[in-house]
């Protein structure tokens, strides 16, 4: 089975420009997590979706939008980026379990210009 | 308010031997949950193991264990016999039971095994 997948993985744009980045969780599993890693710190929680819900948004501005589809691939969108948006951006899916253990992918790293 | 604290911005280990990574967490929730992740230079985040807060005993995964001390409110990683490619960023990371995907994560300390 596939993992979480993500792309693009590496991305550059310019102040003021939108951006689109796309996750596509474990098959099977209904929620997505999104996360901002700036570099040198750890990963800070944006939007949970669970069967195409918000059930969680960290303290992010509204430029930083999210949604899920259907097929429980999600997208997570920043308006008007600034320099300070540059950052890996990781998605997870939540494995059930005891622990439900949050299994990340490899990142979209987004540079801002 | 949740809180994780990773007080070592960077570690350096002998090869084969053991290294404790510490971790020190805040939280009123009685329910929660402590993982620990690896993140090499390739970004991604890599589960290691996990700790609930009414496990009696003390995780273990292989090489990795982890040292729950609840009163203390510290849960420290434990990588016994260090390999060359266990050199990365280690974070950990709290769930209040009720929060779902929402994790909340130290800052990081860099492991190095030296040769």
């Given amino acids: 089975d596939a993992g979480v997948t993500q792309s693009p993985t590496h991305l550059i744009k310019t102040r003021g420009q939108h951006v689109t980045l796309r996750c596509s969780p474990i098959s099977g599993h209904k929620s997505v997590s999104w996360y901002q890693q700036v570099l040198g710190q750890g990963p800070q929680f944006i939007f949970q979706y669970y069967e195409k819900e918000e059930r969680g948004r960290g303290n992010f501005p509204d430029r930083f939008s999210a949604r899920q589809f259907p097929n429980y691939s999600s997208e997570l969108n920043v308006n008007a980026l600034l320099l300070g948006d540059s950052a890996l951006y990781l998605c997870a899916s939540i494995v059930s379990g005891r622990a439900n253990v949050l299994t990340f992918g490899a990142g979209s790293r987004l540079t801002v210009l | ?115």
Avoid: H
């Avoid at chain 2, 007080?7 to 404790?20: C, D, I, L, Y």
């Avoid at chain 2, 589960?47 to 009696?56: A, E, M, N, R, V």
């Avoid at chain 2, 390999?83 to 974070?91: I, K, P, R």
């Fill in chain 2, 1 to 115: 308010a949740q809180k994780i604290t990773q007080t070592q911005p960077g570690m350096f280990v002998q090869e084969k031997e053991a290294v404790t990574l510490d971790c020190t967490y805040d939280t009123s929730d009685p329910s929660y949950g402590l993982f620990w992740y690896k993140q090499p230079s390739s970004g991604e985040m890599i589960f290691l193991i996990y700790q609930g807060s009414y496990d009696q005993q003390n995780a273990t995964e292989g090489r990795y264990s982890l040292n729950f001390q609840k009163a203390r409110k510290s849960a420290n990683l434990v990588i016994s016999a260090s390999q060359l490619g266990d050199s990365a960023m280690y974070f950990c990371a709290m769930r209040e039971v009720a929060q779902g995907g929402k994790l909340i994560f130290g800052q990081g300390t860099e492991l190095s095994v030296k040769p």
